[in-house]
């Protein structure tokens, strides 16, 4: 009898702590509070990742920036969405500032490629105001494993960060690879300097 409610007790302190686990993985970054993000539905939480669904959100890019600094990529990419966002934009129009932005790096023939993409607020998705050498993507539903992490993104970090979720991910179903590219999505703005949210993406293949 001690046995059995010893075993009982230990499968409840078991489902408490994936409950737990579930809901702390599956809360919007801190900065989500403050801007509009993204919405999604936490499909698992596990082993060091998350895996989530998109809905349909739509991004104003900037065009492959080719560099071979991530930083500077980055760098000069929020610089330009920063100016659109400021009214540099074909209806002279400030624009609801949002989070994340993201830096998604490609490999063709194995140069990358950075584009730097800032998300379009749910009330300016119909018809984003456009601007010179950006475009807009609109995003399918679309499957992401992440991870998150927190610090600032730097050009010697961010293999390591690659690396840890690929590790992670090992034998998951979908598959997720960052063989053809990764994203780095940073909640918070430059000036932030702890409790920083970051995450890095890899899209369903």
């Known amino acids: ?32 509070k403050k801007y509009e993000c993204p919405t999604y539905n936490v499909v698992e939480a596990g082993n060091g990742f998350e895996i989530r ?10 065009l492959p920036i080719q560099n071979k600094s991530f930083v500077g990529a980055t760098r000069n990419g929020f610089i330009r969405l920063f100016n659109y966002a400021r009214g540099k934009n074909n209806e ?9 932005v993201t830096s998604e790096v490609s490999f063709n023939g194995g140069k990358p490629s950075i584009e730097v993409s800032f998300f379009v607020a749910l009330e300016n998705q119909k018809n984003p105001a456009l601007a010179d050498g950006l475009r807009v993507q609109r995003w399918k539903s679309k499957f992401v494993a992440l991870k998150q992490f927190g610090g600032f993104v730097t050009d010697s970090n ?26 780095i999505a940073q909640y918070d703005p430059p000036f932030k300097l702890f409790d920083r949210v970051n995450e890095v993406w890899f899209l369903s293949e």
């Open 53 to 62: 669904k998109y809905d349909s959100p739509v991004w104003i890019s900037t």
């Open 92 to 100: 002279n129009k400030q624009i609801k500032l949002t989070a994340p």
């Open 158 to 183: 961010v293999g390591r960060i690659v690396a840890s979720l690929n590790a992670s991910l090992a034998g998951t179903k979908p598959s997720f690879s960052s063989t053809k590219s990764f994203i």
């Open 1 to 32: 009898m001690a046995s059995t409610s010893k075993f009982q007790f230990s499968v409840l302190i078991s489902l408490l702590l994936v409950l737990f686990f579930l809901s702390v993985e599956g809360k919007l970054p801190q900065s989500c």
